[in-house]
């Protein structure tokens, strides 16, 4: 039997992307996502951890933010620790993202993070946006 890991999710970043430089000059950021669901007139919210890399990681840094909406396409993946404090074993599934796209209009650059970048190019909308 083959097997299959993909994810595909859609809605809202719940906080700004932290990024960081590991040792070989890789660039990996995390941020949250919360994503919104009505269910017999409830509404309920999944929050998800997405780890993204490189280009991903660069592309989330300079466009988007808490609020954006996006759809994120990847992987599950899961860490696993040992608690300093218990002694238990713990662990935790996020996604790694492969792809990220914007679902917003069009994303403003966070001039704050990366001032020397200039705004993608969506000469017909938000279908022609940067993907990685």
Not at 63 to 82: E, F, H, P, Q
Not at 86 to 105: P, S, W
Not at 118 to 128: M, R
Request: glycine content about 10%; overall charge positive.
């Amino acid at each position: 039997m083959a097997n299959l890991n993909r994810v595909i999710l859609a809605g809202n970043m719940t906080r700004p992307i932290e990024t960081r430089n590991t040792n070989n000059g890789n660039t990996v950021g995390q941020f949250g996502l919360a994503i919104n669901r009505k269910h017999n007139g409830q509404d309920t919210t999944l929050f998800v951890d997405v780890e993204c890399w490189n280009k991903t990681a660069e592309f989330v840094a300079g466009y988007l933010g808490k609020g954006s909406g996006v759809i994120v396409d990847g992987r599950l993946a899961m860490d696993t620790w040992t608690d300093k404090d218990t002694g238990r074993n713990r662990t935790k599934m996020y996604v790694v993202a492969e792809r990220v796209e914007c679902t917003d209009k069009r994303p403003q650059p966070q001039q704050q993070q990366h001032p020397q970048q200039s705004p993608p190019a969506f000469p017909n909308g938000p279908q022609d946006q940067i993907q990685y």
